[in-house]
């Protein structure tokens, strides 16, 4: 049972939250919820983490060959066989359907197209012929369009408008920065032959991936100002803080750092941390307050 629970991943549903995002921002705009809203925020919450789960499953399953020569992915459950592959198989088939199957029983038919979504999406990620993530550049793409589409699912949950552009882009090239960098200190932490533990490391080098970063932050402050399209002094000052924060953790990917090729550990790193959640929390102010 320990190994089925290890193999879920569950320390990555952290990334869900964006679901929750979705949903705040949805409350500063219509400015009411209720008690039910919640209950339905948590659904699908849960539904994308047992998808999320099954996906992670695919991943390992169809990545044994290059896991096994990363130095941190060598001793996944799966990556050293110590579940068998049909094991595995059906349990990644009972997440998907479970994932699947709670947002029927207590959501609107319309709204449960998102957990649709994720899978498609992951199988896009990793299944051949599309396998997008041997794709230089659409691997991160592909990667990063996760996050818009948990956000927009929080936030239908108490709108049924349409989502502004400008925070979804700046969503998307955020996490695009994010996964970047990820992608980048995974090449500087491994020294044997880079591109039997990644595909796409026989196109990136350090040079286009600062050519890369440099683009995707650009873009991020770009729909950020455009998002709030009057430039004001806080939000110069978080343009700023963003700015230093994206600077900052390309910078740790540089030197390779373990916790940035794991964004969800990224915790691990005290001054980082506190930093963010300094920016984060003035990003809801200059919300609530703008």
């Given at each position: 049972?320990?190994?089925?629970?290890?193999?879920?991943?569950?320390?990555?549903?952290?990334?869900?939250?964006?679901?929750?995002?979705?949903?705040?921002?949805a409350f500063l705009y219509v400015k009411y919820v209720e008690v039910y809203d919640i209950f339905k925020l948590l659904v699908v919450f849960l539904s994308f983490s047992f998808i999320s789960s099954g996906n992670y499953i695919l991943n390992d399953l169809l990545d044994i060959k290059f896991d096994s020569n990363n130095p941190l992915k060598k001793n996944r459950m799966l990556t050293k066989k110590m579940i068998p592959?049909?094991?595995?198989?059906?349990?990644?088939?009972?997440?998907?359907?479970?994932?699947?199957?709670?947002?029927?029983?207590?959501?609107?038919?319309?709204?449960?197209?998102?957990?649709?979504?994720?899978?498609?999406?992951?199988?896009?990620?990793?299944v051949k012929p599309f396998r997008l993530k041997s794709i230089a550049i659409l691997d991160v793409l592909s990667e990063?369009?996760?996050?818009?589409?948990?956000?927009?699912?929080?936030?239908?949950?108490?709108?049924?408008?349409?989502?502004?552009?400008?925070?979804?882009?700046?969503?998307?090239?955020?996490?695009?920065?994010?996964?970047?960098?990820?992608?980048?200190?995974?090449?500087?932490?491994?020294?044997?032959?880079?591109?039997?533990?990644?595909?796409?490391?026989?196109?990136?080098?350090?040079?286009?991936?600062l050519l890369l970063f440099s683009a995707y932050l650009s873009l991020t402050m770009?729909?950020?100002?455009?998002?709030?399209?009057?430039?004001?002094?806080?939000?110069i000052i978080l343009?700023?803080?963003?700015?230093?924060?994206?600077?900052?953790?390309?910078?740790?990917?540089?030197?390779g750092n373990v916790y940035v090729q794991k964004p969800v550990y990224a915790f691990k790193i005290p001054s980082f941390t506190i930093y963010s959640l300094f920016t984060f929390g003035l990003f809801l102010v200059v919300l609530i307050f703008i």
């Amino acid at each position: 049972m320990n190994k089925f629970i290890r193999i879920l991943r569950i320390h990555h549903w952290s990334k869900n939250l964006f679901i929750f995002l979705g949903f705040l921002l949805a409350f500063l705009y219509v400015k009411y919820v209720e008690v039910y809203d919640i209950f339905k925020l948590l659904v699908v919450f849960l539904s994308f983490s047992f998808i999320s789960s099954g996906n992670y499953i695919l991943n390992d399953l169809l990545d044994i060959k290059f896991d096994s020569n990363n130095p941190l992915k060598k001793n996944r459950m799966l990556t050293k066989k110590m579940i068998p592959k049909k094991y595995s198989i059906i349990f990644m088939i009972l997440l998907w359907i479970v994932g699947l199957f709670i947002p029927f029983i207590f959501l609107e038919p319309k709204k449960t197209i998102f957990g649709f979504i994720i899978l498609f999406s992951g199988i896009l990620y990793n299944v051949k012929p599309f396998r997008l993530k041997s794709i230089a550049i659409l691997d991160v793409l592909s990667e990063s369009i996760n996050s818009p589409i948990r956000m927009y699912a929080g936030w239908v949950i108490l709108t049924g408008e349409y989502m502004n552009i400008w925070i979804i882009l700046f969503s998307f090239f955020y996490t695009c920065v994010f996964m970047n960098s990820k992608r980048l200190a995974e090449y500087q932490f491994i020294k044997s032959d880079k591109k039997l533990c990644r595909e796409t490391f026989s196109f990136y080098n350090q040079n286009k991936f600062l050519l890369l970063f440099s683009a995707y932050l650009s873009l991020t402050m770009f729909s950020l100002i455009m998002f709030f399209s009057e430039i004001n002094l806080l939000i110069i000052i978080l343009s700023i803080l963003i700015f230093i924060q994206l600077i900052w953790y390309n910078n740790l990917a540089l030197k390779g750092n373990v916790y940035v090729q794991k964004p969800v550990y990224a915790f691990k790193i005290p001054s980082f941390t506190i930093y963010s959640l300094f920016t984060f929390g003035l990003f809801l102010v200059v919300l609530i307050f703008i």
